[in-house]
């Protein structure tokens, strides 16, 4: 709102990735005995870097990448204080979360990791390579308030012949 006020060209742009295939999940300090994975669906990492480029040539305020993350994003509006609950029941997300792999106990968080950096993880096999949603849709916001009218629409009409 700042930059706003004072009529600055710099814009900003946040977005929300979903689960995105990153090495964090071999490196990230764990105590469930086993390494973490990321909750399906995966995305590789070259989708939130594609959504970083269009939000720098087309500025919007706000970027869900990934439609897993849209559907999360959506169970947290409609109920806010029993989302977690419901997502950890529904979709058993805590056992998602767990691979075979066992945890020998090596992280970086108080320590650098060694070796060779890497931007993608070791669910390539999952990760999908682009988001129908991000590039329909995300990257639109224009097509996300048509749909909204449409299906506004469409409940109205609905209701009216509901009525009759």
């Given at each position: 709102?700042?930059?706003?006020?004072?009529r600055?060209?710099?814009?900003?742009?946040?977005?929300?990735?979903?689960?995105?295939?990153?090495?964090?999940?071999e490196?990230?300090?764990?105590?469930m005995?086993?390494?973490?994975?990321?909750?399906?669906?995966?995305?590789?990492?070259?989708?939130?870097?594609?959504?970083?480029?269009?939000?720098?040539s087309?500025?919007?305020?706000?970027?869900?990448?990934?439609?897993?993350?849209?559907?999360?994003?959506?169970?947290?509006?409609?109920?806010?204080?029993?989302?977690p609950?419901?997502?950890?029941?529904?979709?058993?997300?805590?056992?998602?979360?767990?691979?075979?792999?066992?945890?020998?106990?090596?992280?970086?968080l108080?320590?650098?990791?060694?070796?060779?950096?890497?931007?993608?993880g070791?669910?390539?096999?999952?990760?999908?390579?682009?988001?129908?949603?991000?590039?329909?849709?995300?990257?639109?916001p224009?097509?996300?308030?048509?749909?909204?009218?449409?299906?506004?629409?469409?409940?109205?009409?609905?209701?009216r012949?509901?009525?009759?």
């Amino acid at each position: 709102m700042e930059l706003e006020h004072e009529r600055s060209p710099i814009t900003v742009s946040t977005l929300l990735p979903s689960s995105i295939n990153t090495p964090l999940f071999e490196h990230a300090r764990s105590k469930m005995g086993v390494l973490p994975q990321p909750v399906p669906p995966i995305y590789q990492p070259r989708v939130v870097a594609d959504a970083v480029l269009h939000a720098i040539s087309h500025p919007q305020p706000r970027m869900v990448v990934g439609g897993g993350g849209k559907m999360l994003e959506m169970v947290h509006r409609i109920a806010p204080r029993s989302a977690p609950t419901l997502v950890l029941r529904v979709g058993k997300t805590v056992q998602k979360q767990k691979t075979d792999r066992p945890d020998v106990g090596t992280d970086n968080l108080f320590t650098a990791s060694s070796g060779p950096g890497a931007v993608e993880g070791s669910f390539g096999q999952r990760a999908k390579s682009t988001s129908v949603y991000t590039t329909v849709l995300e990257q639109h916001p224009q097509r996300i308030r048509a749909l909204l009218a449409a299906g506004a629409l469409l409940t109205v009409t609905a209701l009216r012949r509901g009525r009759r």
